[in-house]
């Protein structure tokens, strides 16, 4: 082991569980913030009730009224429920377009009442969480209804085109914006969130994404009934080649293994550098042949690794097997099991060097029925 290593006994990283729990599910964002539009636009749309003339008598009145009611009694339902799904969300930003179309029709002076400039609310929301193709239908939407909105209150054609144009162009100008600002952050997201499971160096994994597959390996493993194998690979004399060759040199190795390692393993293999010359590559395997040839295959494919300048090194290779057990830690036991091969990594290089030595088996137990009837 190196001494940039972190021990064995120190968190790896945050649990992804724990993290989850801080960060607000977009279903659960888009049902407060929906929530939260519906119950505003109730109360201050029911404020013309109390206004005179705002509102044609009658049946309008009522119905303006009733529109209200429903927007106020949508936005309890979903503070309830608590989580939308983006179906619901894309019904519910239509059926704001539409709330306003019912506006405009009980509005007596619908200029001065019922600008088109309502649907600022319904556009932001669609940018931020619809998706590109219900972007585009609320785009022809939000143009459809300033023009059934405007049209009884212009007799120029002329003028009332312009007056749909500019307005739907503004609203849909608004709502794209929304949706790229989303897309964009969306992706420089995902691109740190990348980074921080990658080594820089090799751009191989690093401990934390290690620890965040040994759940779904374990859980595999058990299902398949097969066995999980941890091989802990460490460059023989790769400090003697720092000192003679100098850093650069030393870093153009480590690329190098980490390109021959990567054609090498499985694709369901996890290849990671958990620190200085040291890699763990953790995958299921039928027994503990299997994982020999395995082990022996990245030993070799790091000893005929070369760089531009003809630097080469080669690997002591240790190798631990385990089955699973219901109920047991998975993080706990990848890295008992990697504490294992790290030992018979250390006994590699006692042998020799450029070579795989195979540790104890970590537990022993009676077969299930089931691995012992034919």
Same mark, same amino acid.
């Given at each position: 082991?190196?001494? *940039? ?11 992804? %569980? ?22 505003? @636009? ?58 306003y179309l019912v506006v405009v029709l009980c509005i007596e002076d619908r200029l ?8 600022l609310f319904p556009a932001l929301v669609a940018g931020w969480f619809l998706e590109?193709?219900?972007?585009? !239908? ?9 023009? @059934? $909105?405007?049209?009884p209150s212009y007799d120029s054609g002329v003028g009332l085109g312009v007056q ?25 997201? +995902? ?20 620890? *965040? ?16 194998? $941890? ?11 720092? #000192? ?31 620190? @200085? +010359? *040291? ?7 039928? #027994?503990?042949? *299997?994982?020999?040839?395995?082990? +022996? ?5 790091? $000893? ?23 109920? +047991? #830690? ?11 091969? #790290? ?12 070579? !795989? ?14 691995? %012992?009837?034919?």
């Amino acid at each position: 082991m190196t001494s *940039e290593d972190v021990p064995r006994d120190a968190p790896a990283a945050a649990d992804p %569980t724990e993290l989850a729990q801080l960060e607000l599910p977009e279903g659960r964002l888009a049902a407060r913030t929906m929530a939260a539009l519906l119950v505003v @636009g109730g109360l201050m749309g029911s404020a013309n009730l109390f206004v005179d003339g705002v509102l044609i008598a009658g049946a309008a009145r009522w119905a303006y009224g009733a529109t209200m009611v429903a927007l106020l009694v949508l936005g309890v339902v979903f503070a309830v429920l608590g989580r939308v799904g983006p179906q619901h969300t894309f019904a519910l930003v239509l059926v704001g377009d539409l709330v306003y179309l019912v506006v405009v029709l009980c509005i007596e002076d619908r200029l001065s009442y019922a600008t088109p400039l309502m649907l600022l609310f319904p556009a932001l929301v669609a940018g931020w969480f619809l998706e590109l193709r219900q972007m585009c !239908v609320h785009m022809v939407v939000i143009a459809a209804v300033c023009l @059934g $909105a405007l049209w009884p209150s212009y007799d120029s054609g002329v003028g009332l085109g312009v007056q749909v144009v500019v307005s739907a162009l503004t609203l849909n100008f608004a709502s794209l914006t929304v949706f790229l600002l989303r897309w964009r952050v969306q992706r420089l997201l +995902e691109a740190t969130e990348r980074l921080t499971r990658l080594d820089p160096l090799t751009g191989l994994f690093n401990r934390r994404y290690l620890v *965040e597959q040994a759940p779904r390996i374990w859980r595999q493993a058990r299902r398949d009934g097969t066995r999980v194998a $941890a091989m802990v690979l460490d460059l023989d004399h790769f400090k003697r080649l720092n #000192d003679q060759f100098g850093h650069a040199a030393g870093d153009q190795v480590l690329g190098s293994v980490a390109r021959s390692l990567q054609a090498t393993v499985r694709p369901a293999d996890v290849l990671a550098r958990t620190g @200085g +010359e *040291e890699l763990v590559v953790l995958g299921l395997v039928a #027994d503990a042949a *299997e994982a020999r040839q395995l082990a +022996e295959r990245l030993r070799r494919a790091v $000893a005929a690794g070369r760089t531009a300048d003809d630097h080469g090194v080669t690997a002591s290779i240790g190798l631990a097997v385990t089955r699973p057990e219901d109920g +047991e #830690d998975a993080v706990a036991a990848l890295w008992r099991l990697v504490d294992l091969a #790290d030992a018979a990594m250390y006994e590699a290089k006692r042998r020799g060097r450029d070579r !795989v030595a195979t540790a104890a088996t970590p537990r022993t137990r009676a077969p299930r029925t089931e691995e %012992t009837s034919a």
